[in-house]
């Protein structure tokens, strides 16, 4: 199946077939969007219609606010990820104050009613139209389509949406931003020139242009970087390289595993997997050198407990890193107890409620001398 993509103008309607239609900007297509697009498919198996999803280009605020919007993906990956969602039809308002302007109805009927959308699925918080004076009930109000609503979608009693998956990467909580998108957070930039005080100490870095995206916080990170289709493990440093000398602008820059090729002005995608440290002020370089060296000691093994942590175990082992998946904490002592060899270092890392304080006790008792 190929997925139809449609930019959609104010007066121009598309002859398509009937469909049922998720709306929203879906910035991240995190789990709390991913609620929307399973409504859809249940709906499109249960009335013989096709699936669509109608976002904009742009986020409103970026024209409405006039302000520099960050963004956790690209368009083009936005499309790339609803794809393997085997979705019929992608519309893409292309957004601009003309679209801004419209009153809510003449919005539903250039866009909803125009496009045989026979029934509708959204958030429960939902706007649309000149200020956003268009909501859910305004949906519900209008008869040439059926609504959805989606009510709020939460984990850990907190709200799944976009600007807590922003604050996350602010706070450098990647692992967990990762498990609310459902894969590595990615950023997409070009290879541009840096200053190459890496390369006096061994650690040549790739500096990237990271444009829109929303940065995490300062510090070191084990990443994927995909060149010309092909991937390499490395370490990223996002900051202002504080031992070398302030740089006036926050940079990325990616240390790449086995690697030494020119790849300036190349397009390259990096996955951040994990945090490391934060980023400090070395004494000299030679400090920073040793550092670098301790940073890039990569994880031999991943061992992941529990249903939420199946996709990371899939994905780990598509990246090639030795993975075992358990369904809960006594399969996994289990294991340790025929698998763990003197001097192994362990790291675990996960959420009050997946009481690995059970593991903590078995390793301590096991092995307290």
């Known amino acids: 199946m190929v997925m139809e993509i449609i930019h959609l103008s104010v007066d121009t309607p598309m002859q398509v077939h009937d469909s049922v239609c998720a709306l929203g900007f879906f910035d991240g297509v995190h789990l709390g969007h991913q609620q929307l697009l399973k409504e859809v498919e249940h709906i499109a198996k249960e009335k013989g ?42 519309y893409i308002i292309d957004f601009d104050q003309t679209v801004a302007n419209l009153k809510p109805n003449t919005f539903l009927q250039n866009y909803i009613i125009n496009h ?52 996350l990467l602010n706070e450098g909580n990647i692992e967990k931003a990762n498990h609310l998108l459902t894969r590595f957070y990615r950023v997409s930039g070009q290879v541009i020139y840096g200053l190459q005080n890496g390369r006096k100490i061994g650690f040549p870095t790739a500096n990237i242009d990271y444009g829109h995206y929303v940065v995490l916080k300062k510090g070191v990170y084990g990443v994927y970087i995909t060149i010309k289709g092909k991937q390499y493990k490395g370490m990223a440093n996002i900051g202002y390289n504080p031992t070398v000398g302030l740089i006036d602008n926050l940079s990325l820059e990616v240390n790449i ?40 000691k990569h994880i031999d ?40 060899q003197d001097h192994d270092v362990i790291l675990l890392k996960g959420s009050n409620g997946m009481h690995l304080q059970e593991i903590v006790e078995y390793l301590k008792e096991t092995y307290k001398k």
Not at 137 to 163: C, P, R
Not at 258 to 263: A, G, M, N, T, Y
């Open 257 to 296: 595993f086995d690697f030494d090729q020119d790849i300036y002005g190349e397009d390259v995608d990096v996955d951040f997997v994990f945090r490391v440290r934060d980023e400090k002020k070395f004494k000299s370089l030679n400090h920073l050198k040793e550092q670098l060296q301790k940073d890039k």
């Open 301 to 340: 093994q991943l061992w992941c407990v529990g249903q939420a942590s199946q996709w990371m175990a899939l994905k780990a082992q598509e990246h090639g890193v030795e993975t075992y998946h358990f369904e809960n904490n006594q399969q996994l002592i289990d294991a340790l107890k025929n698998h763990l």
């Open 49 to 90: 219609l096709k699936k669509a999803i109608m976002t904009f280009s742009l986020h409103p605020k970026q024209i409405l606010e006039n302000n520099d919007y960050h963004y956790l993906m690209s368009l083009s990956e936005k499309i790339n990820i609803l794809k393997q969602w085997q979705f019929d039809y992608f």
């Open 116 to 167: 045989q959308i026979k029934h509708v699925v959204c958030g429960f918080d939902f706007h649309f139209g000149k200020k956003g004076m268009g909501d859910v009930h305004v949906l519900q109000e209008n008869k040439s389509f059926d609504v959805t609503v989606i009510e709020e979608y939460s984990e850990d009693a907190l709200k799944v949406s976009s600007s807590y998956i922003k604050k």
